[in-house]
């Protein structure tokens, strides 16, 4: 016990200061958000603590900078909002975090206790609202229970599956006294996480790694929300077996990894989906086999047996059935089975064993290489290829949706978790610029890039202010088509190319928008000032937009039609 | 499709709070799930109450609802009753229209079912009935011919049998 707690110990405190006392026994030092009238006593009591608070122009981007803040720190990202619309502006960022597994605690002000129910000005059951996409939440109903609730809502918020947990404070309760105290542990009976793997489980799973001809892993979010990562690389080298990421999972193993195959799934690469559709040993830990991963599930992997780890059991036989079920942390179960692999004895024919699958992956390699012609148009994978080149693919890469996140997904390659946060499961537009708020505020010395399309800058770019304001340094690459890209592909593919509402040739000029706010505005239009507008960018201590004008009906290829099995891909 | 799927009873207990019930309601309805009838009442410890949910489901949807409902962190447990382990009941109030004609056949059949009457009127008859859903079935299928005014059911309430 530090002293410093101590200090706090039995004393009166208001609610306001409860809050700030709990905030910082778990270690809070940021936090994102907007005040209002419900909230106005806590920030009375915050504006006299040492906790930062960074003042976003929308309470969406203060969810969405927690989320990127969660995901570069590896802290609990808090937020603070008022009530009514502060609470319902952060459902979009709270449904993102949701399905990405963040951990969040969100909390809203809420009007004053005995106005609950009438109607109330600013008044919205937020917990109500948000009960389906949180982990959980809570009204907190009387004083006594703040604390108690705020110390689970952390333990909640970072443990087992992460996620966001949102408490509601009516504005009585954060000015009324009670005795603060402390309180050892935060125990929940019904509340038990799973994370060490069954034993007999994964000897099976060590048996099957052994017998595997044509073994695939497949890692996802999990991997890296376990930091799993060294684990991983670990049993993929010494098992020999290659690697295929979903979105979230890129960085979880080394994009430049001789083993590393790329993305699966919809967009993934050629070589990923053909691996996993002829695999005979699918490895799959921390995923969910989303649609956008499986395609056509029926197909998918068809040929595999699949040893499914994830440390959710409603993850697993949810879309996909599989061989072996095994619940658990990812990292404790990568470890164990490296262990089982050491202590066993060597398969001394491995490299011989696993020669074939190799050479028939590197034959899929070849044939299908994510690949573009830069022509006098600039291409959008020319800029973000550049982009990877120019930050030696150190940067921390967030996106908004669409277009842009697949080709930053594909053409900027991860070496490390940590570096590439995207709204993967919601498919947020938006997301990018304040989760690059949140990521430049807990690694102040990386640079910090926002892969963006014209269309979903255009949904969160007052959060420019923001990173103005407090000199947080990030980079917008803007590839710009003035379309709403993705849509427009669809429409190009499927829909004879009705392009019906996804035309944004009417959008403000962007270098003059970065201007008005006090950041840099560079523009690109040809492909020869590709990279000096990135050099120049990249090189400025301020906030810099760089738009580029790419060419305007660039598709993002590969791409399997939703619902079919991830072979049928298009590939130009 | 939904009605060729089995039903199952699951059981479980939950903290005794505001809004558990919608949690769990929330997740049938957000996931897609149907619910057949719900129950819910505290149990001898006022903390803790005891849902007794009717749903139908296929073997792999089952699994996903039990696994879905032990994530909610409000609920303590959750079993899903094989039938031959648990005793279930189910309790209907039945208004009954009783013309004069009829009178008699009522009370008979009030009696084979082990019914009680608990009003009675000129034109009818309110008839409390306990069982299992089929006797429940079969004796609302006696009743129709003569005329079911209103019925209010109570969903299916089960407790597993303790070992012999």
């Known amino acids: 016990m530090s002293p410093k707690v101590n200090e706090t110990a039995e004393k009166q405190m208001t609610g306001a200061q409860i809050l700030m006392a709990v905030l910082k026994e778990e270690g809070v030092d940021t936090i994102f958000g907007f005040p209002g009238g419900a909230v106005i006593d806590i920030y009375d009591e915050l504006a006299r603590t040492d906790i930062r608070h960074i003042l976003v122009r929308h309470e969406q981007a203060a969810v969405h900078a927690a989320d990127g803040y969660a995901r570069a720190s590896r802290k609990v990202g808090v937020c603070l909002v008022t009530s009514g619309p502060g609470a319902t502006n952060t459902v979009t960022g709270i449904a993102s975090a949701f399905m990405d597994s963040i951990p969040l605690v969100v909390i809203t002000g809420q009007v004053p206790t005995h106005l609950i129910g009438n109607d109330a000005f600013q008044e919205v059951d937020i917990v109500g609202i948000t009960r389906p996409c949180t982990k959980h939440n809570y009204l907190v109903k009387s004083i006594g229970d703040l604390a108690r609730i705020l110390r689970e809502a952390f333990m909640i918020a970072r443990s087992g599956r992460p996620g966001p947990v949102l408490v509601d404070i009516p504005k009585d309760l954060t000015q009324v006294q009670t005795v603060f105290s402390l309180q050892e542990t935060v125990h929940l009976k019904s509340y038990n996480p799973t994370y060490r793997p069954n034993k007999r489980q994964l000897e099976k799973v060590v048996q099957l790694i052994q017998d595997a001809r044509r073994p695939l892993i497949f890692a996802g979010g999990g991997v890296i929300l376990s930091r799993a990562s060294g684990e991983l690389t670990e049993l993929a080298h010494t098992c020999i077996m290659p690697v295929t990421n979903s979105l979230m999972g890129l960085g979880s193993f080394p994009g430049t990894d001789p083993l590393c195959l790329g993305m699966i799934g919809m967009h993934g690469t050629y070589t990923s989906n053909m691996a996993t559709s002829a695999c005979d040993l699918l490895l799959a830990v921390g995923v969910r086999f989303d649609d956008r991963v499986t395609g056509k599930t029926d197909a998918f992997a068809s040929q595999a047996k699949i040893v499914h780890i994830d440390i959710d059991p409603t993850s697993i036989r949810k879309n996909v059935l599989v061989t072996v079920p095994l619940v658990g942390d990812c990292r404790i179960t990568l470890k164990h089975l490296n262990e089982l692999i050491r202590q066993g004895k060597p398969v001394d024919d491995l490299p011989e064993k696993r020669a074939e699958w190799l050479d028939q992956i590197a034959a899929w390699r070849q044939k299908g290489a994510l690949n573009y012609d830069q022509t006098h148009i600039i291409k959008p994978q020319y800029v973000v290829e550049k982009l990877y080149e120019l930050t030696r693919g150190q940067a921390i890469i967030t996106t908004e949706v669409g277009q842009n996140q697949m080709w930053a997904a594909q053409y900027y390659r991860f070496d490390r978790p940590d570096h590439f946060m995207t709204s993967g499961g919601l498919g947020c537009m938006g997301y990018g610029l304040p989760a690059a708020i949140g990521a430049q505020m807990a690694c102040p010395q990386k640079t910090v890039v926002d892969i963006a399309g014209d269309g979903s800058i255009q949904m969160n770019s007052q959060e420019l202010a923001t990173a103005v304001q407090y000199g947080l340094p990030v980079k917008i690459v803007i590839l710009n088509n003035r379309y709403l890209g993705m849509v427009r592909q669809w429409q190009e593919l499927f829909y004879d190319k009705r392009y019906a509402c996804t035309d944004m040739a009417h959008a403000p000029d962007f270098v003059k928008l970065a201007e008005a706010y006090g950041a840099v505005g560079l523009r690109a239009t040809t492909p020869a000032e590709v990279i000096p507008v990135l050099e120049a960018g990249l090189s400025s201590p301020n906030v810099a937009i760089m738009d580029f004008w790419i060419d305007r009906e660039e598709c993002v290829y590969p791409m399997v039609p939703a619902g079919a099995p991830i072979t049928e891909m298009l590939l130009v | ?164």
Do not use: W
């Open chain 2, 1 to 164: 499709m939904q009605t060729e799927d089995p039903k199952h009873v699951i059981t479980m207990l939950v903290d005794n709070q505001p809004g558990v019930l919608s949690r769990v309601s929330g997740l049938f309805s957000g996931r897609g799930f149907n619910i057949d009838s719900l129950c819910v009442a505290e149990t001898m410890d006022p903390q803790v109450s005891r849902i007794t949910l009717v749903t139908r489901a296929n073997a792999l949807m089952v699994e996903q609802i039990e696994k879905q409902l032990n994530k909610l962190i409000n609920i303590i447990k959750v079993r899903i009753m094989e039938k031959n382990r648990a005793v279930q009941r189910e309790m209907a109030l039945v208004c009954v229209r009783a013309k004069p004609e009829n009178r008699a056949e009522i009370l008979r059949i009030a009696d084979i079912f082990r019914c009680k009457i608990i009003d009675a009127g000129l034109e009818h008859y309110i008839l409390e009935v306990t069982g299992d859903a089929e006797k429940l079935t079969a004796i609302l299928n006696l009743l129709k011919p003569i005329g079911i005014k209103k019925i209010a059911r109570t969903g299916t309430v089960a407790l597993f049998r303790e070992p012999k």
